[in-house]
């Protein structure tokens, strides 16, 4: 039962380093998140795909990519690390019916430095 | 304006008390909400899905007023285990679009 998978949990980058951060869920979900949570600020969402195939722009999409590479996997790609950047990074997935609460991963606490 | 905008509190209050506190949401279309918990930056965790007008756990009501775009969570005979910080979430259900609030901060003391 490992539910939403986030890997690495820890990174330290330099500015200008580009990383992929990779999500997974064994749980059949059709919707997948990616989040970003800085001190004061909530979890913002930066893009969310309602199912495979598809991915929208959420608050804070700038200095990011998505793949939603199948209905299991939607990892999250800086190109060019910025300090701006450094934060606690959360996936999440959810079934697409309108009631069903979102599950997260354990979230991937990157630094840029 | 944000999606979602939450009291930021900190609320602090002694074992036993009642504490609520209130989210408001800008966008019409959202038509479900949720309460998250969520403790020292760890993931957050569901706490409870708002359906019609409100509903009730335990020591934990969510109430949903559809024309003022707010919910509201009450919290009942407080814990020190409730100390933690509460996320208010809504989804637009025509896009899946699921938008967090800041957070709101309880700290129930001995």
């Known amino acids: 039962n490992a539910g939403v998978t986030q890997t690495p949990k820890f990174q330290v980058l330099k500015t200008g380093q580009s990383m992929t951060l990779q999500c997974a869920q064994d749980?059949?979900?059709?919707?997948m998140y990616w989040y970003r949570q800085d001190p004061g600020m909530g979890l913002r969402l930066i893009y969310y795909?309602?199912?495979?195939?598809?991915?929208d722009k959420g608050e804070v999409p700038n200095g990011y990519n998505v793949s939603r590479l199948n209905k299991r996997e939607f990892s999250l790609r800086l190109e060019s690390a910025a300090p701006s950047q450094t934060s606690v990074y959360f996936c999440?997935?959810?079934?697409?019916?309108?009631?069903?609460?979102?599950?997260f991963g354990q979230g991937t606490r990157l630094t840029v430095v | 304006r944000k999606e979602v905008e939450q009291d930021p509190g900190p609320f602090n209050v002694p074992e036993g008390a009642t504490v609520a506190f209130n989210c408001t949401y800008s966008?019409?279309?959202?038509?479900?909400f949720f309460w998250y918990r969520q403790d020292c930056r760890k993931e957050p965790k569901l706490l409870m899905s708002?359906?019609?007008s409100g509903n009730e756990d335990g020591r934990f009501t969510a109430q949903l007023n559809r024309a003022s775009q707010y919910i509201s969570l009450l919290i009942r005979d407080s814990k020190l285990s409730d100390s933690a910080t509460y996320l208010c979430?809504?989804?637009?259900?025509?896009?899946?679009?699921?938008?967090f609030g800041a957070g709101t901060t309880v700290t129930v003391r001995a």
């Open positions: 795909s309602a199912s495979e195939g598809t991915t």
């Open positions: 749980m059949n979900h059709n919707s």
């Open positions: 708002v359906y019609s």
């Open positions: 966008n019409s279309a959202s038509q479900s």
């Open positions: 999440a997935s959810r079934d697409g019916w309108v009631n069903t609460e979102a599950f």
């Open positions: 979430a809504s989804l637009v259900s025509n896009d899946y679009k699921l938008s």
